[in-house]
């Protein structure tokens, strides 16, 4: 198959045998705080590679670019349901940039390019190829080091929800 990634997570057993040692609302959360940490690294990556063009006005307070992609790269991590756990989940993509109400959703032209297509009107436009293609160099650029970050972040999740629960369970205790 090309294209396949291999990624050795150094500690990954390990951690997996820490984490049957707390119940599964513990785990969730520090799995949510592992993964969340590997999300902010490739979301800081993508933001890297994405093509700003240059702004329509070059005028006061604009250095020359949109940055608009830019900042429409963001992640979204799964929060535990009442009757499921979505945890351990996230999303890095496009959603709507603070203060705008629709999220831009152009990075599909920059990434695969157009398919051709014609108008009633009888008009036929070709595609294109792909144009600024970065998505999927991302990830193969910082897919080890997201791994090893979700194993790293939800190892120190652990000993801070261990450190939560010692203290709720000698909350009412006196010396």
Do not use: C
Request: charged share 25%; hydrophobic share 40%.
């Amino acid at each position: 198959m090309a294209g396949v990634i291999s990624i050795k997570l150094v500690g990954a057993a390990a951690l997996a045998e820490q984490l049957k040692a707390f119940p599964a609302a513990v785990q969730a959360r520090a799995v949510n705080m592992g993964v969340k940490a590997g999300a902010r690294i490739l979301t800081a990556h993508m933001r890297r590679l994405a093509y700003s063009g240059p702004s329509k006005t070059r005028g006061k307070g604009r250095k020359g670019f949109t940055k608009t992609l830019r900042k429409a790269i963001r992640f979204s991590a799964g929060k535990p349901k009442a009757n499921r756990i979505t945890a351990g989940k996230a999303w890095v993509g496009l959603k709507t940039i603070r203060g705008e109400s629709k999220a831009r959703n152009y990075y599909r032209v920059l990434e695969y390019g157009r398919k051709p297509y014609s108008r009633k009107s009888g008009a036929a436009y070709k595609g294109s190829p792909p144009m600024r293609p970065f998505f999927k160099r991302a990830w193969n650029d910082k897919g080890a080091a997201v791994g090893q970050a979700i194993v790293n972040g939800t190892k120190i999740a652990i000993a801070k929800e261990a450190g939560r629960a010692l203290a709720k369970s000698r909350a009412g205790r006196r010396r």
